[in-house]
Protein backbone atom coordinates (compact mmCIF):
# COMPACT_ATOMS: atom_id res chain seq x y z
CA UNK A 1 0.00 0.00 0.00
CA UNK A 2 2.71 2.10 0.82
CA UNK A 3 4.73 1.58 -2.59
CA UNK A 4 1.24 2.32 -4.33
CA UNK A 5 0.47 5.68 -2.52
CA UNK A 6 4.71 6.42 -3.05
CA UNK A 7 4.25 6.04 -6.66
CA UNK A 8 0.62 8.39 -6.85
CA UNK A 9 2.57 10.69 -5.12
CA UNK A 10 5.06 10.74 -7.87
CA UNK A 11 2.95 11.81 -10.66
CA UNK A 12 1.07 15.44 -12.01
CA UNK A 13 -1.99 14.87 -13.19
CA UNK A 14 -1.58 17.72 -16.06
CA UNK A 15 -4.92 19.34 -17.44
CA UNK A 16 -7.87 19.12 -15.95
CA UNK A 17 -10.53 17.37 -12.82
CA UNK A 18 -13.26 14.90 -14.47
CA UNK A 19 -13.03 13.06 -17.48
CA UNK A 20 -16.04 12.43 -20.01
CA UNK A 21 -16.35 9.59 -22.01
CA UNK A 22 -14.62 11.78 -24.82
CA UNK A 23 -11.65 12.14 -23.33
CA UNK A 24 -8.57 11.03 -23.36
CA UNK A 25 -6.09 10.38 -21.04
CA UNK A 26 -2.26 10.00 -21.96
CA UNK A 27 0.50 8.35 -19.40
CA UNK A 28 3.79 9.53 -20.73
CA UNK A 29 7.25 9.57 -20.14
CA UNK A 30 7.73 12.35 -22.37
CA UNK A 31 8.13 16.44 -21.22
CA UNK A 32 4.57 17.28 -21.15
CA UNK A 33 5.87 20.65 -23.46
CA UNK A 34 6.65 18.28 -26.58
CA UNK A 35 2.66 17.32 -26.42
CA UNK A 36 0.68 20.33 -25.36
CA UNK A 37 0.48 22.03 -28.66
CA UNK A 38 -0.50 18.79 -30.71
CA UNK A 39 -3.10 18.02 -28.25
CA UNK A 40 -4.62 21.30 -27.68
CA UNK A 41 -4.95 21.21 -32.09
CA UNK A 42 -6.34 17.35 -31.87
CA UNK A 43 -8.83 19.14 -29.45
CA UNK A 44 -9.80 21.94 -31.91
CA UNK A 45 -10.06 19.49 -34.71
CA UNK A 46 -12.07 16.76 -33.05
CA UNK A 47 -13.44 18.07 -29.15
CA UNK A 48 -11.78 14.81 -27.88
CA UNK A 49 -10.06 16.55 -24.79
CA UNK A 50 -7.00 15.05 -23.83
CA UNK A 51 -5.36 14.69 -20.17
CA UNK A 52 -1.27 14.05 -19.69
CA UNK A 53 -0.48 12.30 -16.72
CA UNK A 54 3.56 12.55 -17.15
CA UNK A 55 6.27 9.90 -15.26
CA UNK A 56 9.06 7.84 -15.14
CA UNK A 57 8.74 5.34 -18.17
CA UNK A 58 9.13 2.18 -15.74
CA UNK A 59 7.32 3.66 -12.79
CA UNK A 60 3.91 4.35 -15.16
CA UNK A 61 4.05 0.36 -16.43
CA UNK A 62 4.04 -0.40 -12.83
CA UNK A 63 1.13 2.04 -12.37
CA UNK A 64 -0.65 0.83 -15.58
CA UNK A 65 -0.47 -2.81 -14.33
CA UNK A 66 -1.45 -1.93 -10.43
CA UNK A 67 -4.41 -0.12 -11.63
CA UNK A 68 -5.86 -2.77 -13.84
CA UNK A 69 -9.01 -2.40 -15.05
CA UNK A 70 -9.55 0.59 -13.05
CA UNK A 71 -6.70 2.70 -15.26
CA UNK A 72 -7.58 5.76 -16.36
CA UNK A 73 -4.71 5.23 -19.01
CA UNK A 74 -6.18 5.32 -22.93
CA UNK A 75 -2.29 5.30 -24.12
CA UNK A 76 1.18 4.42 -23.03
CA UNK A 77 3.89 6.73 -24.93
CA UNK A 78 7.40 6.65 -24.03
CA UNK A 79 11.24 6.50 -25.64
CA UNK A 80 13.32 3.40 -27.20
CA UNK A 81 11.36 0.40 -28.74
CA UNK A 82 13.70 -1.21 -26.17
CA UNK A 83 10.73 0.23 -23.69
CA UNK A 84 8.13 -0.11 -25.80
CA UNK A 85 9.19 -3.93 -26.31
CA UNK A 86 8.91 -4.23 -22.39
CA UNK A 87 5.24 -2.80 -22.62
CA UNK A 88 4.32 -5.53 -24.93
CA UNK A 89 5.58 -8.15 -22.98
CA UNK A 90 3.97 -6.84 -19.99
CA UNK A 91 0.81 -7.20 -21.81
CA UNK A 92 0.05 -3.62 -21.55
CA UNK A 93 -0.96 -2.76 -25.14
CA UNK A 94 -3.87 -3.61 -27.09
CA UNK A 95 -3.34 -4.54 -30.84
CA UNK A 96 -4.72 -1.47 -33.33
CA UNK A 97 -6.17 -2.61 -36.56
CA UNK A 98 -5.21 1.27 -38.82
CA UNK A 99 -4.53 1.57 -42.28
CA UNK A 100 -3.59 4.78 -41.44
CA UNK A 101 -0.90 4.16 -38.84
CA UNK A 102 0.42 1.59 -41.65
CA UNK A 103 0.49 3.37 -44.36
CA UNK A 104 2.18 6.84 -41.95
CA UNK A 105 4.62 4.63 -40.26
CA UNK A 106 7.34 2.64 -42.29
CA UNK A 107 7.33 -1.06 -40.82
CA UNK A 108 10.66 -1.11 -39.43
CA UNK A 109 9.27 1.16 -37.17
CA UNK A 110 6.49 -0.03 -35.57
CA UNK A 111 5.56 -3.47 -34.10
CA UNK A 112 4.80 -6.13 -36.47
CA UNK A 113 2.07 -7.41 -34.04
CA UNK A 114 0.37 -3.79 -34.31
CA UNK A 115 0.75 -3.45 -30.20
CA UNK A 116 2.67 0.00 -30.99
CA UNK A 117 4.18 2.34 -32.90
CA UNK A 118 7.23 5.06 -33.53
CA UNK A 119 5.81 8.34 -33.74
CA UNK A 120 9.35 10.17 -34.49
CA UNK A 121 12.94 9.05 -35.13
CA UNK A 122 16.04 9.12 -33.04
CA UNK A 123 19.57 8.64 -34.46
CA UNK A 124 22.15 7.94 -32.37
CA UNK A 125 25.41 8.44 -34.42
CA UNK A 126 29.48 10.05 -33.95
CA UNK A 127 30.09 13.20 -32.81
CA UNK A 128 34.12 14.33 -32.76
CA UNK A 129 36.11 17.63 -32.14
CA UNK A 130 36.73 19.35 -34.90
CA UNK A 131 40.04 20.67 -33.28
CA UNK A 132 41.59 17.24 -33.09
CA UNK A 133 39.69 15.31 -36.16
CA UNK A 134 38.03 15.45 -39.66
CA UNK A 135 35.08 13.71 -41.55
CA UNK A 136 37.87 11.46 -43.38
CA UNK A 137 39.09 9.85 -40.00
CA UNK A 138 35.50 8.39 -39.55
CA UNK A 139 34.24 5.88 -41.32
CA UNK A 140 31.94 3.08 -38.67
CA UNK A 141 30.66 2.18 -34.76
CA UNK A 142 32.82 -0.68 -35.14
CA UNK A 143 36.02 1.07 -36.60
CA UNK A 144 35.86 2.89 -33.28
CA UNK A 145 37.10 -0.34 -31.74
CA UNK A 146 40.35 -0.09 -33.49
CA UNK A 147 43.41 0.80 -31.46
CA UNK A 148 44.13 3.57 -33.41
CA UNK A 149 41.42 5.24 -31.11
CA UNK A 150 42.97 4.46 -27.73
CA UNK A 151 42.25 7.06 -24.73
CA UNK A 152 39.97 9.45 -27.27
CA UNK A 153 36.56 7.46 -27.21
CA UNK A 154 33.82 8.69 -24.52
CA UNK A 155 30.71 6.90 -23.99
CA UNK A 156 28.07 7.41 -22.11
CA UNK A 157 26.45 4.17 -19.48
CA UNK A 158 25.63 1.13 -21.13
CA UNK A 159 22.89 0.92 -18.59
CA UNK A 160 21.16 3.64 -20.51
CA UNK A 161 18.45 1.52 -22.99
CA UNK A 162 19.49 4.01 -25.87
CA UNK A 163 23.48 2.10 -25.84
CA UNK A 164 21.65 -1.01 -24.87
CA UNK A 165 19.52 -0.80 -28.48
CA UNK A 166 22.54 0.36 -30.42
CA UNK A 167 24.75 -2.93 -29.06
CA UNK A 168 21.56 -5.01 -29.49
CA UNK A 169 21.62 -3.71 -33.19
CA UNK A 170 25.19 -5.09 -33.99
CA UNK A 171 24.10 -8.25 -32.33
CA UNK A 172 21.16 -8.85 -34.73
CA UNK A 173 23.96 -7.35 -37.56
CA UNK A 174 27.30 -9.35 -36.61
CA UNK A 175 26.26 -12.00 -34.09
CA UNK A 176 26.99 -11.97 -30.15
CA UNK A 177 30.67 -13.13 -30.75
CA UNK A 178 31.76 -10.42 -33.08
CA UNK A 179 29.66 -7.85 -31.77
CA UNK A 180 31.18 -8.73 -28.69
CA UNK A 181 34.56 -8.22 -29.78
CA UNK A 182 33.79 -4.64 -30.94
CA UNK A 183 32.41 -3.46 -27.97
CA UNK A 184 35.16 -4.82 -25.44
CA UNK A 185 37.46 -2.61 -28.57
CA UNK A 186 35.57 0.63 -26.95
CA UNK A 187 36.17 0.15 -23.79
CA UNK A 188 40.22 -0.36 -24.39
CA UNK A 189 39.67 2.99 -26.53
CA UNK A 190 37.96 4.72 -23.37
CA UNK A 191 39.79 8.00 -22.47
CA UNK A 192 37.43 8.28 -19.58
CA UNK A 193 34.73 6.85 -16.87
CA UNK A 194 31.50 6.22 -18.62
CA UNK A 195 29.46 9.33 -18.52
CA UNK A 196 25.24 9.00 -16.96
CA UNK A 197 24.46 11.40 -20.18
CA UNK A 198 24.95 12.45 -23.75
CA UNK A 199 25.00 15.68 -22.92
CA UNK A 200 28.20 15.52 -20.74
CA UNK A 201 29.86 13.22 -23.05
CA UNK A 202 29.55 15.56 -25.78
CA UNK A 203 31.34 18.58 -23.43
CA UNK A 204 34.30 15.97 -22.48
CA UNK A 205 34.45 15.88 -26.38
CA UNK A 206 34.32 19.49 -26.92
CA UNK A 207 37.05 20.07 -24.09
CA UNK A 208 39.28 17.98 -25.44
CA UNK A 209 39.47 15.00 -22.90
CA UNK A 210 38.48 13.05 -25.20
CA UNK A 211 37.83 13.23 -29.65
CA UNK A 212 34.75 11.06 -29.99
CA UNK A 213 31.84 10.13 -28.73
CA UNK A 214 28.21 8.35 -30.04
CA UNK A 215 25.23 10.13 -29.13
CA UNK A 216 21.56 11.37 -29.98
CA UNK A 217 21.73 13.89 -32.61
CA UNK A 218 19.14 16.06 -30.24
CA UNK A 219 21.04 16.09 -27.69
CA UNK A 220 24.23 18.03 -29.93
CA UNK A 221 21.35 20.27 -31.40
CA UNK A 222 20.35 21.32 -27.88
CA UNK A 223 24.09 21.86 -27.06
CA UNK A 224 25.50 23.92 -30.17
CA UNK A 225 22.57 26.57 -29.60
CA UNK A 226 25.44 28.15 -27.23
CA UNK A 227 28.53 28.84 -29.52
CA UNK A 228 31.26 27.85 -26.60
CA UNK A 229 30.33 23.88 -28.29
CA UNK A 230 30.54 24.91 -32.06
CA UNK A 231 33.50 22.57 -32.04
CA UNK A 232 31.70 19.28 -31.69
CA UNK A 233 30.96 18.15 -35.59
CA UNK A 234 28.19 15.46 -36.21
CA UNK A 235 29.46 12.62 -38.98
CA UNK A 236 26.64 10.16 -40.46
CA UNK A 237 28.24 6.41 -39.28
CA UNK A 238 27.85 3.28 -41.53
CA UNK A 239 27.18 5.51 -44.56
CA UNK A 240 28.65 2.99 -47.24
CA UNK A 241 26.96 -0.17 -44.87
CA UNK A 242 23.91 -0.97 -42.75
CA UNK A 243 22.82 3.03 -42.03
CA UNK A 244 22.88 4.95 -39.03
CA UNK A 245 21.45 3.23 -36.22
CA UNK A 246 17.80 4.63 -35.56
CA UNK A 247 15.70 4.11 -32.47
CA UNK A 248 12.34 5.70 -31.74
CA UNK A 249 9.63 7.44 -29.64
CA UNK A 250 6.37 5.99 -30.12
CA UNK A 251 3.14 4.47 -28.27
CA UNK A 252 0.52 1.75 -28.25
CA UNK A 253 -3.02 1.75 -26.47
CA UNK A 254 -3.79 0.33 -23.25
CA UNK A 255 -5.86 -2.58 -23.50
CA UNK A 256 -8.10 -1.43 -20.88
CA UNK A 257 -9.28 1.54 -22.55
CA UNK A 258 -12.34 2.38 -22.87
CA UNK A 259 -11.93 4.42 -25.76
CA UNK A 260 -10.59 2.48 -28.23
CA UNK A 261 -11.69 4.60 -31.41
CA UNK A 262 -10.95 7.96 -29.94
CA UNK A 263 -7.32 6.63 -28.88
CA UNK A 264 -6.63 5.32 -32.59
CA UNK A 265 -7.66 8.54 -33.80
CA UNK A 266 -5.13 10.12 -31.81
CA UNK A 267 -2.14 7.84 -32.55
CA UNK A 268 -3.41 8.46 -36.51
CA UNK A 269 -3.36 11.99 -35.54
CA UNK A 270 0.09 12.18 -34.40
CA UNK A 271 1.20 9.95 -37.27
CA UNK A 272 -0.55 12.39 -39.83
CA UNK A 273 0.97 15.33 -41.87
CA UNK A 274 0.25 18.21 -39.68
CA UNK A 275 1.29 16.63 -36.49
CA UNK A 276 4.64 15.40 -37.60
CA UNK A 277 5.42 18.21 -39.04
CA UNK A 278 6.35 19.70 -35.47
CA UNK A 279 6.17 17.02 -33.17
CA UNK A 280 8.85 15.39 -33.86
CA UNK A 281 11.06 18.99 -34.78
CA UNK A 282 10.17 20.15 -30.93
CA UNK A 283 12.86 18.29 -29.33
CA UNK A 284 14.81 17.99 -32.40
CA UNK A 285 14.27 14.74 -33.59
CA UNK A 286 13.10 13.43 -36.75
CA UNK A 287 9.40 12.43 -38.02
CA UNK A 288 8.52 8.84 -38.93
CA UNK A 289 6.26 10.14 -41.55
CA UNK A 290 7.94 10.75 -44.99
CA UNK A 291 8.58 13.97 -46.41
CA UNK A 292 7.23 15.80 -43.08
CA UNK A 293 9.66 18.78 -41.89
CA UNK A 294 12.85 18.80 -39.91
CA UNK A 295 13.82 21.47 -37.35
CA UNK A 296 15.69 24.84 -39.10
CA UNK A 297 18.66 23.75 -36.54
CA UNK A 298 19.02 20.26 -37.85
CA UNK A 299 18.64 20.78 -41.65
CA UNK A 300 22.47 21.50 -42.17
CA UNK A 301 23.19 18.08 -41.25
CA UNK A 302 21.17 16.60 -44.16
CA UNK A 303 19.87 13.44 -44.85
CA UNK A 304 21.37 9.69 -43.80
CA UNK A 305 21.08 6.38 -44.79
CA UNK A 306 19.63 4.54 -41.55
CA UNK A 307 19.87 1.04 -40.09
CA UNK A 308 16.87 -0.92 -41.58
CA UNK A 309 16.43 -3.28 -38.49
CA UNK A 310 13.24 -3.59 -37.13
CA UNK A 311 12.60 -1.67 -33.85
CA UNK A 312 10.86 -4.48 -31.84
CA UNK A 313 14.39 -6.19 -32.41
CA UNK A 314 16.20 -3.88 -30.49
CA UNK A 315 13.69 -4.79 -27.34
CA UNK A 316 14.41 -8.83 -28.08
CA UNK A 317 17.96 -8.57 -28.00
CA UNK A 318 17.99 -6.00 -25.07
CA UNK A 319 19.03 -9.24 -22.39
CA UNK A 320 21.33 -10.29 -24.77
CA UNK A 321 23.08 -6.80 -24.86
CA UNK A 322 23.21 -6.36 -20.93
CA UNK A 323 24.71 -9.62 -20.47
CA UNK A 324 27.33 -8.51 -23.62
CA UNK A 325 28.38 -5.21 -21.45
CA UNK A 326 28.67 -7.23 -18.47
CA UNK A 327 30.97 -9.91 -20.87
CA UNK A 328 33.48 -7.11 -21.42
CA UNK A 329 33.08 -4.79 -18.19
CA UNK A 330 31.36 -2.07 -20.06
CA UNK A 331 30.00 -0.34 -16.79
FE1 LIG B 1 17.13 11.27 -24.54
Redesign the pocket.
Known sequence: MKKISLLLSLFILVSCAHESSEELTIYTSRQPQLLEPIIETFYQETGIKVNLLSGNAQELMERIAIEGDESKADIFMT?DAGVLWQAAERDIFAEIDSGILKNNIPEYLRDSNNLWFGLSK?ARTIVYSSDQFSDSDFSTYEDLADPKWQGKLCLRTSKKV?NRSLMASMIDAYGFDQAKKIVSGWVSNLATEVFSN?TNALKAVSSGQCGVTIV?T??LARLLDDPKYNNLNLFWANQNDRGVHVNISGAGIVKTTKNKTNAIKLLEYLSSEDAQDFYASANKEYPVLNGALVHDAIRDWGEFSEDGINVSKLGSLQKEAVFLAQEVGYK
Open positions: VRYDNYY
